[in-house]
């Protein structure tokens, strides 16, 4: 077979693609269930297209997959504590051939707040929600994700204080997770402001704290089928 510079290319070209189309990012939350709010328009901050995973839990990266938090979202999402807070994936765009995320990728996901004030540094963070793996359905979080076009609903928690809030959301992908450093997180941020809560005082965590590598949800192989998962990080809150 002839190799040439240019079979050469289009084969990385290829192999390049597969990557990409591979990963997921956050484009766009909503207090009513909508998939259609302008993409990026509550999420801090916002890069289009910058859908590649952070490798290191410990990385300035795993905040909100960004190297700083200096940038604030365009707007800010109202939302009644108690109601669903809607969040929705995808590979590149919204089109609907886009379809969240690899079949491949499978993993969990979470959801975290913290108040606005804190820029999400130190011990400021509560988890809201996690789905991992349901041994009933053998489905992942992820497989539910693309069977859902990328749409997750979370209910916002009534006993905590009214204010803005920054919401992490987060999908791990454990395809390559057999060895140190092979899962892939996928974070992102969003700005909500809430309204209708009572008082709380959920417990906080530092969000560069919450896993290790060596974590037995973290370092997993599941590549040869799993019967059940350990949910790593923190437990969701509840009053």
């Known amino acids: 077979m002839l190799f040439t510079h240019t079979s050469g290319y289009l084969l990385a070209l290829v192999a390049y693609i597969r990557v990409v189309t591979a990963h997921t990012n956050l484009f766009s939350v909503s207090s009513d269930g909508s998939t259609t709010n302008p993409t990026g328009l509550y999420i801090r901050p916002y890069y289009q297209h910058h859908n590649s995973p952070v490798r290191d839990p410990k990385s300035p990266l795993f905040l909100c997959r960004s190297e700083g938090m200096t940038t604030g979202a365009a707007k800010i999402l109202p939302i009644v504590a108690g109601n669903d807070l809607t969040v929705v994936w995808h590979h590149n765009n919204v089109s609907p051939p886009d379809d969240t995320i690899s079949p491949s990728h499978r993993g969990p996901c979470f959801v975290y707040m913290a108040p606005m004030e804190s820029n999400g540094q130190g011990y400021s963070w509560f988890k809201i929600y996690e789905q991992g793996y349901d041994p009933a359905t053998k489905l992942w979080c992820t497989d539910v994700l693309r069977e859902?076009?990328?749409?997750?609903?979370?209910?916002?928690?009534?006993?905590?204080?009214?204010?803005?809030?920054?919401?992490?959301?987060?999908?791990?992908?454990?395809?390559?997770?057999?060895?140190?450093?092979?899962?892939?997180?996928?974070?992102?941020?969003?700005?909500?402001?809430?309204?209708?809560?009572?008082?709380?005082?959920?417990?906080?965590?530092?969000?560069?704290?919450?896993?290790?590598?060596?974590?037995?949800?973290?370092?997993?192989?599941?590549?040869?089928?799993?019967?059940?998962y350990k949910i790593p990080g923190p437990p969701v809150y509840s009053p």
Not at 153 to 179: C, F
Not at 208 to 217: I, K, L, M, R, W
Request: overall charge negative.
């Open 148 to 228: 859902n076009h990328g749409k997750l609903s979370v209910k916002i928690p009534t006993q905590i204080n009214n204010g803005e809030y920054l919401v992490r959301t987060e999908i791990i992908a454990l395809h390559d997770a057999g060895t140190i450093g092979g899962a892939q997180f996928y974070p992102n941020c969003a700005q909500i402001t809430v309204t209708g809560a009572t008082s709380g005082s959920p417990e906080l965590y530092d969000i560069s704290e919450v896993y290790n590598a060596t974590d037995p949800g973290i370092l997993i192989n599941v590549r040869r089928g799993v019967s059940s």
